[in-house]
C-alpha cells in the first residue's frame, strides 16, 4: 500500500538551531516525493520535489530509497519558517499525490 | 497571479442536505483535483479532473461526484451529506493530469450539523 508517515506532530526548536523534519513512504515503484507548507492564514504550497535537487528557502532534502526516507532538512532555523509541512508521495498510476499527517514546526525566538 | 480561486470559503449544512463546491484554476491549467482535509489529518484525495474527463477517484463513496467545464473550472457534489463530511475541501489545479506541482485554492470549510 501506499503510503506516507510522517511520526512528529509537533517539533519545537530555537532559532538558529538545525531542523530535520522526518518523512518515511511506502511504495513500491520509483516514487515521486514532495514537500508542501502551509504557513499561518496562507494556502498550501509546493516547497521542493526531490527530482529537481534544489534548495528552497534554506531547505533539502534526499530521497532515500534505502530507508524510504524523505527528510527534510535546513541547517539554521528560522522564526519564519513555523508553519505546517506535508510530506507527498505521487504514486503515478492513480494521478493523486498521497499526503503525511503533516508535522508542525515551531521555531522559538 | 490570481491563484486558483473557491467558492463558497465556508458553508454550514445539515445531515442529508447536498453541497456543490466551485473552482476557477489559475488560468492555463487543464487539470484540476479535490481534495479533503479532515482536522489533523493531511489532505486526501477525492478526484482529479483533465480536459473534462475523470483521471483519478479516491476512496470515497458515490455520494461523491465532480465535473469539469469546457473553461476547467471544476465542481465537487456531496450528495446526502454526512457529519463526517465536515472538513477543509482543497482544490487544486495542475498543468497536465500527471502531477506537476499542485497550486492549492485556500478551501472550502464545510460543516454539517
Known amino acids: 500500500a501506499q503510503r506516507v508517515t510522517q511520526p512528529e506532530k509537533l517539533l519545537s526548536v530555537f532559532k538558529g538551531a538545525p531542523v530535520e523534519l522526518k518523512c518515511n513512504y511506502s511504495?513500491?515503484?520509483?516514487?515521486?516525493l514532495f514537500w508542501y507548507v502551509q504557513y499561518s492564514r496562507q494556502r498550501l504550497q509546493l516547497l521542493l520535489r526531490?527530482?529537481s535537487r534544489e534548495s528552497i528557502k534554506g531547505f533539502t532534502a534526499d530521497l532515500n530509497k534505502g530507508e524510504t526516507s524523505f527528510h527534510l532538512k535546513k541547517p539554521f532555523a528560522q522564526e519564519e519558517d513555523s508553519a505546517m509541512y506535508y510530506c507527498?508521495?505521487?504514486?503515478?498510476?492513480?494521478?493523486?499525490?498521497?499526503f503525511g499527517t503533516g508535522t508542525l514546526l515551531a521555531v522559538q525566538p | 497571479d490570481a491563484g486558483v480561486t473557491q467558492s463558497p470559503t465556508h458553508l454550514i449544512k445539515t445531515r442529508g442536505q447536498h453541497v456543490t463546491l466551485r473552482c476557477s484554476p489559475i488560468?492555463?491549467?487543464?487539470?484540476v483535483s479535490w481534495y479533503q482535509q479532515v482536522l489533523g489529518q493531511g489532505p486526501q484525495f477525492i478526484f482529479q479532473?483533465?480536459?473534462?474527463?475523470?483521471?483519478g477517484r479516491g476512496n470515497f463513496p458515490d455520494r461523491f461526484s465532480a465535473r469539469q467545464f469546457p473553461n476547467y473550472s471544476s465542481e465537487l457534489n456531496v450528495n446526502a451529506l454526512l457529519l463526517g463530511d465536515s472538513a477543509l475541501y482543497l482544490c487544486?489545479?495542475?498543468?497536465?493530469?500527471?502531477?506537476?506541482?499542485?497550486?492549492f485554492g485556500n478551501g472550502t470549510r464545510l460543516t454539517v450539523t
Open positions: 511504495y513500491s515503484g520509483s516514487p515521486e
Open positions: 479532473y483533465y480536459e473534462k474527463e475523470e483521471r
Open positions: 526531490h527530482i
Open positions: 487544486a489545479s495542475s498543468l497536465d493530469y500527471r502531477v506537476s506541482p499542485l497550486h
Open positions: 488560468s492555463g491549467h487543464k487539470s
Open positions: 507527498a508521495l505521487y504514486g503515478g498510476a492513480t494521478n493523486k499525490l498521497i
